[in-house]
């Protein structure tokens, strides 16, 4: 009955060539369209992570919920061993520690508010691959009294490196403390409102200027972003509850959430309009060929054929072109986008950002497949109607198309 489905098929070769080529279309469309989405989610994605977050961040308990109205009071202290414990973890490629304050910096002719993060100049370069230094240089843990700033902090303030500004911020216990820093390097990362306002120092100086020993957060860099949430499961099982509270790259991404959130809806209606216009167009060109076909049908009837297998043949010649079509939308949307990546392709700023970036489409075997199904399932869908109804006419009725 299948090579009886695909001699019918291919009798007509124009109108089954312009029907797998919709179906083609939807299927490729579908595969670049996917590919493309999931490149801007792995590129924000690591990003975000590397410019900033990192994989994984521990706090004292508590310091994400209410430790922003006070700070100060959620300071880790001693952090030697946990570093250890936490650097023995598998798939942990480092562990840095950062110590977060705000206050103002002034350059003689201007204060601005700030927000500032005491670092491991060394390891944050490692982690900071997407960091990119605007001008300057990276801070290095000799640089005691060095800071690099956003670049809409060198913007605002109009300073360059080799520029001396003031830090001015409250101390844990309340006092007022400044210090005086050489600017030695101006940064930019992805997000706009973070280069506006952030600064850098080294950890030793943050310390001296707030006049603590504690820090905030440690940041966790892993060899693989895939292995986030088993490292993140297995520290939250093992570290205690009550004193500390471990966040994965997402957890603390706002930005990136809302973002991913919005892309995917757009997918999902992408497909389902993908998945309409394969099914009408699939539905209009199947019900011409069937209905030309009355003639046949009735033939197939009146020498004894049941009217389910005339059911079934409509429907195995439809599973054949859902078949054909989809396969050839694959392979056709794996070599496009393998071609277009080659290429790449120039994308503006995204909100919130002043740099822009070359996309890629991902081949993703996920979106592959969904895509694949789309594509069938609409012809299979397609021809069940004009099947069923076509199995119903009578025998009569029928054979008078052959007059």
Do not use: C
């Not at 030697?80 to 798939?91: G, M, T, W």
């Not at 309409?276 to 060929?289: C, D, G, K, Q, Y």
């Not at 994308?347 to 070359?358: K, L």
């Amino acid at each position: 009955m299948f090579f009886l489905a695909f001699r019918s098929l291919f009798r007509h070769r124009v109108r089954t060539g312009l029907t797998i080529t919709v179906i083609v279309f939807g299927v490729v469309s579908l595969i670049l369209s996917g590919g493309f989405i999931e490149d801007v989610f792995i590129q924000l994605r690591e990003a975000t992570i590397h410019s900033r977050l990192g994989h994984i961040q521990v706090y004292k308990a508590g310091y994400t919920t209410i430790g922003r109205r006070n700070p100060y009071q959620f300071l880790l202290s001693d952090t030697r061993e946990l570093v250890q414990d936490v650097a023995a973890e598998a798939h942990v490629s480092d562990v840095m520690v950062r110590l977060n304050f705000s206050g103002l910096i002034n350059n003689g002719k201007a204060d601005l508010p700030i927000i500032g993060e005491g670092v491991e100049p060394e390891k944050e370069a490692h982690l900071g691959s997407i960091l990119s230094i605007v001008s300057g240089r990276q801070l290095t843990s000799g640089d005691s009294y060095g800071i690099m700033v956003g670049k809409g902090v060198a913007r605002t303030l109009q300073v360059t490196p080799g520029d001396y500004v003031t830090l001015l911020v409250n101390t844990p216990d309340g006092a007022l403390n400044s210090l005086e820093f050489e600017i030695i390097g101006v940064f930019g990362t992805f997000a706009r409102d973070y280069d506006n306002s952030a600064i850098r120092i080294t950890l030793s100086a943050a310390k001296e200027l707030l006049d603590t020993s504690g820090v905030h957060s440690l940041v966790i860099s892993l060899d693989e972003t895939a292995f986030t949430n088993s490292v993140a499961d297995d520290l939250k099982s093992r570290l205690d509850v009550n004193r500390y509270e471990v966040k994965t790259w997402y957890e603390l991404a706002d930005f990136y959430k809302k973002m991913s959130a919005h892309y995917r809806g757009e997918f999902v209606i992408m497909q389902v309009i993908i998945l309409a216009m394969v099914l009408l167009s699939v539905a209009n060109t199947i019900n011409m060929a069937v209905y030309e076909r009355l003639g046949e049908f009735g033939t197939l009837m009146a020498l004894g054929g049941r009217r389910k297998d005339i059911f079934w043949q409509v429907l195995k010649e439809n599973i054949l072109l859902g078949l054909v079509g989809a396969g050839l939308g694959v392979i056709t949307g794996i070599i496009l986008a393998w071609l277009i990546s080659g290429i790449g392709i120039d994308m503006p700023p995204p909100p919130n950002s002043d740099a822009g970036y070359t996309a890629y489409i991902r081949i993703v075997p996920e979106v592959v497949i969904q895509s694949f199904s789309v594509g069938f399932a609409a012809t299979v869908f397609a021809s069940i109607l004009p099947a069923y109804r076509v199995s119903r006419i009578p025998v009569v009725a029928a054979l008078r198309e052959n007059v």
